[in-house]
């Protein structure tokens, strides 16, 4: 059983290994059953509950392809660090404007040039089921956090 | 239509953009449905049929997943370069002691601290489909490379 004070630590855990790393690779499932990936810049901290939130177009394939399947990973590489994390969870859209405003930062502005004016912004909320990760530290040993 | 010599041009330009980036997260779907994902040292250039050659352990939990749904995702980033590359394709797993020796190289001890004496050791070779990349270059707009 987690109880929460290990999730609060596991996801302590989970926000140092990443602090350093600003953009993850989201992979998600097409109708054909094909894997895709793309560059998404967090735009928080793992917030309390366990959820990652993401900037997104909300007429993008990736959103049509979550609304048909929400399991998802996002992967974070640190090659300078040698450490890489495997982040299984599922993605929901969110369009909420105060959201958006609570979230936004200024490196943003390289996907999306208009910042909070883009017509079609939107926020993707991934919720956390379990985190593998490897690094130099642990000699590439898999190690796995359940949230 | 894809001819032999468009084929050689954008295995070209897909070596190329993966040089500099040893290690790929390779992701797989699991029996559940959840995506996993995991680090994974290139052993070798893009070969000229469009695969690419992974060492794995025969018994790891990647390969029952890809004996179940051979379609996997590997993502290639490198935060220095911002550059950040999907490979979408289908992966087997291949047990070829010739194949393994042509491809072992000292890097990889880091996984497998014995070599190519590991009682386990095979090679995973994933068949590339389609490849999309973002750079600075292109002001982070997407590219689409099909093989």
């Known amino acids: 059983m ?13 926000r140092e290994l990443i602090k350093d790393i600003g953009c993850s690779m989201l992979t998600t499932v097409d109708e054909d059953g094909s894997l ?11 917030q ?3 959820t990652l939130w993401f900037f997104t177009n909300a ?10 399947r929400q399991q998802v990973n996002l992967s974070f590489s640190s090659p300078n660090q040698k ?11 969110v369009q909420d404007r105060n959201k958006m405003q609570e979230l ?15 017509p079609d912004i939107a926020l993707l909320k991934v919720q956390i089921n ?4 490897w690094d130099s ?6 190690q796995t956090i359940s949230l």
């Open 59 to 68: 007429s993008s394939h990736k959103v049509f392809e979550i609304e048909h």
């Open 104 to 118: 936004w930062k200024p490196e943003l502005q390289a996907w999306f040039p208009q910042g909070l004016n883009e």
């Open 36 to 46: 895709h990936s793309r560059p998404m810049e967090k735009s928080s901290d793992i």
């Open 2 to 14: 987690t109880t929460s004070t290990d999730k609060n630590q596991h996801i302590y855990q989970l």
């Open 48 to 50: 309390p509950d366990g």
């Open 83 to 93: 450490r890489y994390v495997s982040v299984s969870g599922s993605a929901e859209l």
């Open 130 to 133: 379990k985190v593998d990760y």
């Open 137 to 142: 530290q642990a000699n590439f040993a898999a």
